[in-house]
């Protein structure tokens, strides 16, 4: 199974963390918004879509990416990193999971973790989770990627 993760991770590297434990159990590479651009996605049967999270959304170049991506018909998954849990009644992974359906998409799993978050009045304190995403989020990651690959 050929797969890809287009990953947008900025702040602090947690994303990228992320991906590369998932990528090393589906043998994926990991690439930014930017160089997936212009066809960058043909012939991958599974694709992730992945960025720190930011005042409650994905990272603007994903969800970009995303919204230029042409109609498909493979399969992709959500990851994503945050300072705070998801909340269940507006998951921020929601408007990707949408988008990425409305492409064509067949999502078929989300993964989250918390993660160092240096965002707004978490900086005067000098941020949370400092040691996340820590060896168990990776470890959940890794899993997370086996269920895929089956």
Not at 117 to 134: A, E, K, M, S, V
Request: glycine share 10%; aromatic share 10%.
């Amino acid at each position: 199974m050929k797969t890809l993760l287009v990953c947008a991770s900025v702040s602090h590297g947690n994303t990228r963390r992320v991906a590369e434990a998932m990528a090393g159990v589906l043998d994926a590479r990991v690439v930014t918004p930017q160089d997936a651009a212009g066809g960058g996605l043909v012939g991958y049967d599974l694709v992730g879509f992945g960025s720190g999270v930011f005042a409650q959304r994905m990272h603007p170049d994903l969800l970009a990416f995303a919204r230029a991506l042409p109609t498909s018909s493979g399969r992709a998954f959500v990851f994503a990193t945050s300072g705070l849990p998801e909340p269940a009644f507006t998951p921020y992974t929601r408007p990707l999971v949408r988008l990425l359906e409305s492409r064509g998409y067949a999502v078929e799993d989300t993964f989250t973790c918390r993660a160092f978050d240096t965002w707004g009045p978490f900086r005067l304190i000098g941020g949370i989770n400092r040691r996340r995403p820590d060896a168990g989020d990776l470890a959940a990651a890794r899993a997370f990627a086996a269920r895929l690959a089956r």
